[in-house]
């Protein structure tokens, strides 16, 4: 026995105009029904045939630096420690 009967909607819903007063509910619904018609012609004023216009700024200026008599810098690669078979069932 969940909600799929009516007459537990029409329970709820009375129990919600009881709690809420008839106006608050037809106000409410009013607002609702505003703002699905704002979202609707808001929907429809977008064209999607227009493609948004790029934003065109230049790229940052990047400054190096070279110091003379710095040695080059060196790319360590380290090969992974080989997993045991009972460091493979802790996981």
Avoid at 6 to 13: D, N, S
Avoid at 58 to 69: E, H, L, N, S
């Amino acid at each position: 026995m969940g909600f799929d009967s009516p007459v537990h909607w029409i329970i709820v819903i009375g129990v919600i105009a009881l709690l809420f007063g008839g106006s608050r509910v037809g106000n409410l619904m009013g607002e609702v029904g505003k703002g699905i018609k704002a979202f609707k012609q808001n929907v429809s004023d977008h064209d999607p045939a227009k493609p948004a216009e790029p934003i065109n700024q230049p790229a940052p200026q990047v400054q190096t630096r070279v110091v003379d008599g710095a040695p080059p810098a060196e790319t360590v690669v380290r090969q992974p420690d080989p997993v045991s078979a009972s460091d493979q069932t802790r996981l």
